[in-house]
Protein backbone atom coordinates (compact mmCIF):
# COMPACT_ATOMS: atom_id res chain seq x y z
CA UNK A 1 0.00 0.00 0.00
CA UNK A 2 1.83 2.70 -0.89
CA UNK A 3 0.24 6.13 0.93
CA UNK A 4 -0.16 3.47 4.40
CA UNK A 5 2.05 5.27 7.07
CA UNK A 6 3.39 2.03 8.47
CA UNK A 7 3.68 0.54 5.26
CA UNK A 8 6.29 3.38 4.43
CA UNK A 9 8.11 2.88 7.93
CA UNK A 10 8.64 -0.54 7.06
CA UNK A 11 10.23 0.68 3.68
CA UNK A 12 12.27 3.21 5.70
CA UNK A 13 10.07 6.35 4.07
CA UNK A 14 8.99 7.23 7.20
CA UNK A 15 11.75 7.24 10.34
CA UNK A 16 11.22 4.75 13.41
CA UNK A 17 12.87 3.78 16.11
CA UNK A 18 13.16 0.22 15.32
CA UNK A 19 12.85 -2.23 17.43
CA UNK A 20 12.97 -5.78 15.23
CA UNK A 21 12.71 -6.30 11.94
CA UNK A 22 12.90 -10.53 9.68
CA UNK A 23 11.35 -11.47 6.21
CA UNK A 24 8.06 -11.07 7.47
CA UNK A 25 7.50 -8.88 10.88
CA UNK A 26 8.47 -5.27 11.77
CA UNK A 27 8.25 -3.75 15.23
CA UNK A 28 8.79 0.06 16.23
CA UNK A 29 8.60 2.58 19.19
CA UNK A 30 5.41 4.57 18.81
CA UNK A 31 5.70 8.09 18.29
CA UNK A 32 3.24 8.84 20.94
CA UNK A 33 3.56 6.26 23.96
CA UNK A 34 0.93 5.70 26.66
CA UNK A 35 3.79 3.78 29.00
CA UNK A 36 7.49 3.77 29.26
CA UNK A 37 7.99 0.95 26.89
CA UNK A 38 5.39 1.36 23.79
CA UNK A 39 6.13 -0.44 20.82
CA UNK A 40 4.45 -1.93 17.99
CA UNK A 41 4.71 -5.42 16.21
CA UNK A 42 3.43 -5.68 12.40
CA UNK A 43 3.37 -7.80 9.73
CA UNK A 44 5.12 -6.81 6.60
CA UNK A 45 2.06 -7.74 4.46
CA UNK A 46 -0.31 -4.79 4.55
CA UNK A 47 -3.18 -6.57 6.10
CA UNK A 48 -6.13 -3.14 7.37
CA UNK A 49 -7.09 -5.10 10.33
CA UNK A 50 -7.36 -8.36 12.00
CA UNK A 51 -10.97 -8.41 10.50
CA UNK A 52 -9.31 -8.90 6.82
CA UNK A 53 -7.73 -11.87 8.42
CA UNK A 54 -8.23 -15.56 7.14
CA UNK A 55 -7.04 -19.17 7.82
CA UNK A 56 -4.32 -18.64 5.13
CA UNK A 57 -2.62 -15.83 8.33
CA UNK A 58 -3.38 -17.94 10.89
CA UNK A 59 0.93 -19.14 10.74
CA UNK A 60 1.73 -15.04 10.51
CA UNK A 61 -0.63 -14.30 13.53
CA UNK A 62 1.36 -16.91 15.52
CA UNK A 63 4.38 -15.45 14.89
CA UNK A 64 3.39 -11.96 16.19
CA UNK A 65 2.51 -13.51 19.41
CA UNK A 66 5.72 -15.70 19.80
CA UNK A 67 7.58 -12.49 18.82
CA UNK A 68 5.58 -10.00 21.20
CA UNK A 69 6.14 -12.05 24.12
CA UNK A 70 10.07 -12.27 23.41
CA UNK A 71 10.48 -8.49 22.14
CA UNK A 72 8.84 -7.95 25.33
CA UNK A 73 11.31 -9.33 27.59
CA UNK A 74 14.05 -8.30 25.74
CA UNK A 75 13.09 -4.70 26.51
CA UNK A 76 12.91 -5.42 29.93
CA UNK A 77 9.26 -6.48 30.50
CA UNK A 78 9.72 -9.20 32.89
CA UNK A 79 7.08 -8.85 35.05
CA UNK A 80 4.69 -8.39 32.46
CA UNK A 81 2.63 -6.56 29.56
CA UNK A 82 -0.36 -5.69 28.05
CA UNK A 83 -0.54 -6.39 24.31
CA UNK A 84 -3.89 -4.56 22.77
CA UNK A 85 -5.13 -4.93 19.23
CA UNK A 86 -8.02 -2.27 17.99
CA UNK A 87 -9.99 -3.28 15.15
CA UNK A 88 -11.94 -1.05 12.78
CA UNK A 89 -13.28 2.06 13.40
CA UNK A 90 -15.85 0.28 16.20
CA UNK A 91 -12.39 -0.64 18.47
CA UNK A 92 -10.95 2.60 17.92
CA UNK A 93 -8.41 1.63 15.13
CA UNK A 94 -6.44 5.03 14.32
CA UNK A 95 -3.88 3.03 11.64
CA UNK A 96 -5.39 0.95 9.16
CA UNK A 97 -2.46 -1.35 8.68
CA UNK A 98 -3.00 -4.62 11.55
CA UNK A 99 -0.30 -3.66 14.55
CA UNK A 100 -0.35 -5.48 18.13
CA UNK A 101 0.63 -2.20 20.42
CA UNK A 102 2.99 -4.08 23.67
CA UNK A 103 2.79 -1.98 26.49
CA UNK A 104 4.43 -1.83 30.28
CA UNK A 105 7.09 -0.78 32.41
CA UNK A 106 4.56 1.32 33.90
CA UNK A 107 1.12 1.52 36.06
CA UNK A 108 -1.00 -0.31 34.00
CA UNK A 109 -4.42 0.39 34.75
CA UNK A 110 -7.48 -1.55 34.07
CA UNK A 111 -8.46 -2.02 30.56
CA UNK A 112 -12.16 -1.81 31.02
CA UNK A 113 -13.70 0.24 33.33
CA UNK A 114 -16.81 -0.87 35.11
CA UNK A 115 -18.68 2.19 36.48
P1 LIG B 1 -4.25 2.49 16.71
O1 LIG B 1 -5.08 3.53 17.39
O2 LIG B 1 -4.48 2.43 15.23
O3 LIG B 1 -4.33 1.13 17.37
O4 LIG B 1 -2.75 2.90 16.97
C1 LIG B 1 -1.98 3.62 16.07
C2 LIG B 1 -0.72 4.02 16.80
O5 LIG B 1 0.22 4.45 15.84
C3 LIG B 1 -0.91 5.17 17.78
O6 LIG B 1 -0.55 4.73 19.09
C4 LIG B 1 0.05 6.26 17.26
O7 LIG B 1 0.71 6.93 18.29
C5 LIG B 1 0.99 5.46 16.38
N1 LIG B 1 1.54 6.21 15.27
C6 LIG B 1 0.83 6.94 14.36
N2 LIG B 1 1.65 7.46 13.44
C7 LIG B 1 2.91 7.05 13.76
C8 LIG B 1 4.20 7.28 13.17
O8 LIG B 1 4.36 7.95 12.16
N3 LIG B 1 5.27 6.68 13.79
C9 LIG B 1 5.12 5.92 14.91
N4 LIG B 1 6.25 5.37 15.43
N5 LIG B 1 3.93 5.69 15.49
C10 LIG B 1 2.84 6.25 14.92
ZN1 LIG C 1 0.31 -0.85 5.33
Given at each position: ???????K???????????????????F????????????????????S???VN??H??L???????A??????Q??D???????N???G????V????I???G???????????
Amino acid sequence: MSDCIFCKIVRGEIPCRKVYEDDELFAFHDIHPVAPVHFMLIPKLHLASLQEVNGSHAVLLGKMLVLAAQLATEQGLDDGFRTVINTGRGGGQEVFHLHIHIIGGGHISPMVRRE
